[in-house]
């Protein structure tokens, strides 16, 4: 599995898959946060993804959930 920056998983999460499909923040400039500080917004590669959910069908195929991790900030 590959991630890269902070994740949040909740405590009822704890057996569920998590996918990085994103890393950072489209836009990382709340002033109170500096949660994604060091993780400039980026997708993940197609390949990656795929990888990983191969890796996470092999290795735990009785997960109930699989969550695509990451976070988009849509601007309107
Ligand atoms: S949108 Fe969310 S994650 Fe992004 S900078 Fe603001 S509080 Fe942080």
């Not at 902070?6 to 405590?11: E, G, L, N, T």
């Not at 704890?14 to 836009?27: K, L, M, N, P, Q």
């Not at 060091?38 to 959910?53: H, I, K, N, T």
């Not at 109930?64 to 988009?72: E, L, Q, R, T």
Request: proline residues 7%; aromatic residues 14%; glycine residues 6%.
């Amino acid at each position: 599995m590959h991630y890269h920056g902070p994740i949040v998983r909740p405590q009822t999460d704890a057996d569920s898959i998590f996918v990085e499909v994103t890393v950072g923040c489209t836009h990382n400039n709340c002033t109170f946060c500096n949660f994604y500080d060091g993780y400039p917004f980026r997708v993940a590669p197609l390949s990656q993804v795929e990888a990983d959910l191969q890796e996470a069908a092999a290795n735990f195929p009785h997960a109930k959930k699989v969550w695509a991790s990451g976070f988009i900030v849509n601007r309107v």
